[in-house]
């Protein structure tokens, strides 16, 4: 796993390679078989799938699986390729609304020169505008009619001569001041007629000072002289100034509405847009004017102005920013014109509005009067999200409806504009949350202790909310009754966080002595009766905390909200933020992303937290698995130790062949040495119980024979069947291979537990023992004719300590441990015992297990190592010569060296006894042929003793076996370690010592 794949997913490279690949996916949609079966046909698959990540979050991902051959047939490996496709899927989708808004932009533009066309259209007079390149863009209606040619086919060729002039001088840009000019030039129509007529000419620019092109209007000389000659008043003089200068307004009003458009589509600065547009109103003849954008506090904010003071903070503050309810009298149905409102002073009784201030610079002129104020609202998709006010138009008359048409139209622009800037801005904070989200959801992987997390948590929410706050934290993890669990010597972890310039914040860590714990406590009781609730604190200890502003620096109360941090329906910590109005209405920090950082940072701080608690468990229960341990190997040697004196002892006399024993007194001891051994057996029980249930046992796999194993337990529960009169059957299927590789002992437990149950439950009828293989589980079944067992008991017979009827108890003697014994061990080794029972005809007790079965080579050799019967002769033979031989016996027990002493004399071995480091001693100047080394000793242990003897040259040869009660997991394999060369588990019986002796010595 490489390091891209772990910051995608939050895995560590160690934990991907311990789990399986599909944790990481989906388990509900992720295609498992789709992907199986391509890379069975050594086919790749990739497609989009759902991911998820350690913490939680879920993403798509473009995944690619791909088998990696050795050869052509054969697969090694399969490459797991995953590429996170959140981020392009955002982009993606804010590219399809971005294009909307562009799209939109588009058809306002296009409404608005439509609009202008048609204007142009109602002209008698010939109107050309013509690009930097001499193309001509637009013909209006007359000149298409007049002249016969689209816009396409008047080439520059065909244009007036004055233009090359005009456009000459339009590339000196605005250095140049060109107002219209009047040309007589002809110009050339399609069927070849010349036209004279009367030119007029400008360069048009943008808000950039860019030249974009010409703009030319012609009048035809022959209409001008018949006009001129049939004007006998100055009534037709007037007229034709009159349309020239509309003519002339109108041009100025489209080059301005041309460069406003322009800027909108260029995302120009919406302060640069809001000023053009309040020029372009100017421009029309408005001497004063305002544009005022609304905000989300619901006042009406003055951006850009034209023919006050150039100064805004000379203006009245009260017409810098307009309150709504000051306005919203005057928005009302008596006042509107087309779709704004006019106040008519006649009408106000010569009173100002009241969102008018007196020192406003407003003034009367011709028929309008100075309290006179016409209001264009700039509309938005469904509300009113700005205003133009103008004020003393030039011609002093009240407006008509084409006059307040032109605003509106330029109110459209406006809002455009500011629709455009609300979208960048609103893209701009949603990525800025978006990264804050994420730097909270990774702080957990970032950071090393639940301490760190908080601290960084504090610095990411200060930065996104904007104000100082306080996280605190309960770490512990026990709680008594009560509110929020009633806190038991709880453990707080708190940080305080400051926004900064950089993407983080700040946050540090918060100490006993910089909030009293007292204070944290009460805070923390609030947030179990509210998940949040405005609070107010002293100012103490919180103001050097926070670094509160100087308008709250000498406040007597500080107000703050508190939000609780909850998991599972319970508080876990809560967070402070100071300054908590501002939180709530700010207009980039909008409640869904409130909800939704409050809800990162309770999942991040929560994991975090969870995690400390684990780590703290994790620690105690190792603790405990370890006092376990000690106390399981304890109670071994300390159970063990004095039963392998009595089982020795009275093995001693009753292989005695001297007759001194009476009859009565040999029963006794048989009697003793088979409690002994019951005694034994119910101790190894209990012990592997214990062993299990602290999870320190372990299989040990090794290769055997399968038919010989079940056949020797067969054969010890013989001589009970024959006893009963029971009939024992061995059925063993031809499937049952040669050497199959489990845990023998394991096994052997088992079955024997299942025959022995078996025979002590039946009183008549036979016995069955079967088995056979079916890969890959080995299939073993005990079927008797016994008592049976109810269908609603069968679950409690592996129970430990668990029997039938207490009278049934009585009657068959047993701990009830043997199944819950058997049934822990097959888990071990993967398998499990299944039973059928009917009261009155019996049980069936089946065991299935999966083995693994050796290689034929592996077969053979064995098979090699079994079949030398001229090895074993010699070997008998050699079992009955007398030894001989020096054994050094390292015990501290009185009672195992007096048994020792006399079995190995017995059999002729001289014996020599020490303990601890005396033990060194005695084999430097000894130097016997074997020693037998007792494990628990006061002073030095037999692992030392063993070290230290195989660690000198001189005595390294000497074999040395480990004698002693404790049988824990990894006992023998500490003895092992030691330097011990092999391992015998107290008690064991005289053939078991002799055995062991044998097979080093001889």
């Excluded at 799938?49 to 690619?64: C, E, I, M, N, P």
């Excluded at 301490?451 to 706050?469: H, K, N, R, T, W």
């Excluded at 707080?492 to 909030?515: H, I, Y």
């Excluded at 329906?569 to 939704?596: H, Q």
């Amino acid at each position: 796993a490489n390091p891209a794949f772990e910051r995608a997913f939050g895995f560590s490279k160690q934990e991907i390679l311990a789990h399986e690949i599909g944790e990481c996916f989906a388990s509900d949609s992720f295609p498992l078989a789709d992907i199986q079966r391509r890379l069975a046909q050594h086919k790749p698959w990739r497609g989009e799938v759902l991911s998820s990540g350690k913490d939680g979050r879920t993403f798509v991902s473009d995944l690619a699986v791909i088998p990696l051959t050795a050869d052509e047939q054969r697969i090694v490996r399969y490459l797991w390729m995953a590429r996170d496709l959140s981020e392009q899927h955002k982009l993606e989708s804010e590219l399809a609304h971005r294009a909307q808004a562009v799209q939109a932009k588009q058809d306002e533009i296009a409404a608005t020169r439509q609009y202008f066309e048609s204007l142009l259209d109602t002209l008698n007079d010939i109107f050309i505008i013509v690009d930097t390149a001499g193309r001509c863009l637009y013909l209006n209606a007359p000149a298409r009619e007049r002249l016969g040619f689209s816009a396409e086919e008047l080439t520059a060729k065909k244009l007036p001569n004055f233009l090359q002039e005009v456009q000459r001088l339009g590339g000196y840009g605005d250095a140049v001041k060109i107002e219209f000019r009047e040309y007589e030039a002809a110009i050339q129509t399609r069927a070849g007629e010349t036209l004279t007529c009367l030119w007029s000419a400008r360069p048009l620019f943008n808000a950039k000072k860019e030249w974009l092109g010409t703009l030319a209007i012609g009048r035809e000389m022959d209409e001008l002289k018949r006009l001129r000659t049939s004007a006998d008043t100055l009534e037709l003089e007037q007229k034709i100034q009159q349309r020239t200068a509309e003519l002339q307004r109108r041009i100025d009003q489209l080059a301005k509405m041309m460069e406003i458009g322009e800027d909108i589509r260029l995302n120009v600065s919406l302060d640069v847009i809001m000023q053009a547009v309040a020029n372009a109103i100017s421009a029309l003849g408005w001497q004063r004017v305002g544009v005022f954008h609304r905000r989300q506090d619901e006042t009406y904010e003055l951006v850009a102005s034209a023919g006050f003071d150039e100064r805004r903070a000379s203006l009245p503050r009260k017409f810098v920013k307009i309150s709504y309810p000051d306005l919203a009298p005057y928005l009302l149905e008596r006042w509107r014109i087309s779709q704004s409102f006019y106040l008519d002073a006649r009408q106000l009784q010569g009173k100002r509005p009241g969102f008018l201030p007196n020192t406003l610079d407003i003034f009367a002129v011709g028929d309008w009067h100075e309290h006179d104020c016409l209001l264009v609202p700039i509309r938005g998709r469904d509300k009113t999200i700005g205003m133009i006010m103008v004020f003393s138009p030039s011609d002093g008359r009240r407006p008509e409806a084409s006059q307040v048409h032109d605003l509106e139209l330029l109110a459209d622009d406006a809002g455009l504009a500011i629709a455009n800037s609300e979208l960048l801005a609103s893209h701009a904070a949603s990525e800025r949350q978006a990264r804050l989200l994420a730097h909270i959801g990774n702080a957990f992987q970032a950071a090393s202790t639940l301490e760190e997390v908080v601290i960084d948590i504090a610095g990411l929410m200060a930065q996104a909310l904007s104000c100082p706050l306080v996280i605190v934290v309960r770490a512990d993890a026990v709680a008594a009754a009560g509110v929020n669990g009633g806190l038991i010597s709880p453990k707080w972890v708190s940080a305080a966080g400051q926004p900064a310039r950089a993407e983080k914040g700040r946050g540090r860590r918060l100490t006993n002595d910089d909030v009293p714990e007292t204070l944290l406590k009460e805070l923390f009781e609030q947030t179990g009766r509210e998940r949040e609730r405005l609070v107010e604190l002293e100012p103490a200890p919180w103001r050097e905390l926070i670094a509160a502003s100087p308008a709250n620096d000498t406040a007597d109360i500080l107000s703050a909200r508190l939000i609780a941090l909850r998991s599972r329906g319970r508080s876990f910590g809560f967070v402070l933020c100071f300054e908590a109005e501002a939180v709530t209405v700010s207009p980039a920090i909008p409640a869904t992303f409130l909800s939704d950082l409050i809800a990162q940072a309770t999942l991040t701080i929560d994991n975090a937290r969870l995690f400390h608690q684990t780590e703290e468990k994790a620690h105690e229960l190792a603790h405990a698995n370890q006092h376990i341990s000690e106390f399981l190997a304890s109670t071994s040697h300390e159970l063990r130790t004095p039963l392998h004196a009595i089982l020795q002892f009275s093995e001693i006399l009753l292989d005695d062949d001297s007759k001194k024993l009476h009859p009565e007194q040999r029963h006794h001891l048989e009697i003793v040495q088979r409690s002994g051994k019951n005694l034994l057996a119910l101790i190894n029980d209990i012990l592997d119980l214990s062993k299990i249930a602290a999870g320190k046992m372990e299989a040990i796999l090794e290769d055997f024979d399968p038919r010989l194993m079940i056949s020797e337990i067969a054969e010890t529960v013989r001589p009970l069947c024959e006893k009963k009169k029971l009939k024992l059957q061995i059925n063993l299927a031809d499937s049952l291979p040669a050497l199959i590789n489990s845990d023998r002992n394991m096994l052997t437990r088992a079955l024997t537990n299942l025959l022995g149950n078996a025979v002590k439950f039946t009183e008549d009828g036979y016995l069955d023992v079967s088995a056979h293989y079916r890969a890959p589980a080995l299939t073993m079944a005990v079927r008797d004719t016994g008592i049976g067992i109810p269908a609603n008991r069968l679950k409690e017979i592996f129970e430990p300590f668990r029997q039938l009827e207490m009278s049934e108890a009585r009657r068959h003697s047993g701990t009830g441990l043997g199944l819950a014994i058997s049934q822990n061990m097959l888990a071990i080794l993967g398998g499990r015992i299944e039973v059928v029972s009917k009261v009155g005809s019996g049980s069936t007790f089946t065991i299935h297990v999966p083995v693994k079965i050796p290689s034929p080579a592996e077969i053979k050799r064995a098979a090699g190592l079994v079949r030398k019967p001229a090895t074993a002769q010699a070997s008998a033979s050699k079992k009955r010569r007398r030894p001989s031989g020096h054994i050094l016996v390292v015990e501290d027990d009185e009672n195992t060296r007096y048994a020792m002493q006399f079995i190995l004399e017995n059999e002729g071995y001289r014996v020599s006894f020490a303990e601890g480091e005396e033990a060194i001693l005695s084999a430097q100047h000894e130097r016997p042929n074997m020693i037998l080394m007792d494990i628990m000793m006061p002073k030095m242990d037999g692992y030392q003793v063993a070290r230290t003897l195989k660690a000198q040259k001189q005595l390294a040869h000497i074999p040395v076996v480990a004698l002693t009660a404790r049988a824990m997991k990894g006992d023998r394999e500490k003895a092992l370690a030691a330097g011990c060369d092999d391992y015998l588990t107290k008690p064991f019986e005289k053939k078991d010592i002799l055995g062991m002796i044998a097979k080093w010595l001889e």
